[in-house]
């Protein structure tokens, strides 16, 4: 490692075979166990721990007591060597946790610029896309898998194996015990449909018709009265060409837990 270009603080404890890139901080009482790989310009603050095979992108931000890498909650696991990733330009606020995969994803992803405030959880195996918010004290169960752009709110928690759409917005509080679709805000107790993000799309350059093909399809699928199937097969006739609508669809018929 090029040690000139970085500032590691006299009392961290860096492992073997550590790969540290350049103009790297990490401070003080920071603890990275062996075989971890830090990407460029990354910085690592105060008392945070990084265990084994863990791979940080380039230029993230990791601030304070965060512990990334560690042994998963799962009884199923037996020890095996299982990895976290983390993207590019990605930030990590105080007392986060990250758990390493299991056998069955073999790594916990993280994609670039996703953004984990202060106490959040990212259990084994789970996926996150480009862009992905979770607000303070949001928790995820093992295997949950979050397409790019989407926001969960404080207290979210999500349970294992659900599937939350690309640009979809969960209020606060709540419980995620389904699949959540694409472009939606889900809200309530239990969680349902309460409208499209609307207000994410327009900021993400959705355009007026775009919006209104999403709303329309919507409408047809959750409040016209029509069954699953039937209301699927309107949306695809109505919207052979929309692609956003299509990935709504495509969603819908590979949920294996069901929609909210």
């Given at each position: ?40 310009g ?16 380039k ?5 304070h ?42 790594e ?12 959040a ?9 480009n862009?992905?918010?979770?607000i303070?004290?949001?928790?995820l ?16 928690m ?33 969680l ?8 994410g ?24 009265g ?23 669809v ?11």
């Open positions: 490692m090029d040690i000139i270009s970085n500032k590691i603080h006299p009392s961290a404890i860096v492992g073997e075979n550590v790969t540290i890139g350049k103009n790297v901080t990490i401070g003080s009482y920071t603890v990275i166990d062996d075989d971890v790989i830090i990407g460029d990354t910085s690592i603050g105060n008392s945070n721990t990084i265990k084994k095979y863990t791979e940080i992108g230029n993230c931000k990791i601030f007591n965060c512990v990334i890498g560690e042994l998963p909650q799962d009884l199923k696991f037996g020890g095996e060597k299982t990895a976290v990733k983390i993207g590019n330009e990605t930030t990590i606020r105080e007392f986060v946790s990250i758990h390493r995969g299991t056998n069955a994803r073999g916990t992803t993280i994609g670039n610029n996703v953004f984990l405030m202060a106490y959880h990212v259990a084994h195996d789970c996926v996150l896309g862009n992905v918010t979770m303070n004290l949001a928790t169960g093992g295997h949950v898998e979050i397409d790019e752009w989407a926001m969960l709110s404080g207290c979210v999500v349970h294992q194996f659900i599937k939350i759409g690309a640009h979809a917005f969960i209020g606060g509080l709540f419980r995620v015990s389904q699949d959540v679709p694409p472009y939606v805000m889900a809200v309530g107790e239990p349902k449909y309460g409208g499209i993000n609307g207000v799309l327009r900021r993400r350059g959705f355009s007026a018709k775009d919006r209104i093909n999403i709303k329309r399809a919507y409408r047809y699928y959750f409040r016209s029509l069954k699953q199937s039937e209301a699927l097969e309107k949306i695809k006739s109505e919207f052979p060409d929309d692609k956003n609508v299509l990935s709504i495509d969603f819908i018929e590979k949920s294996k837990r069901g929609i909210i």
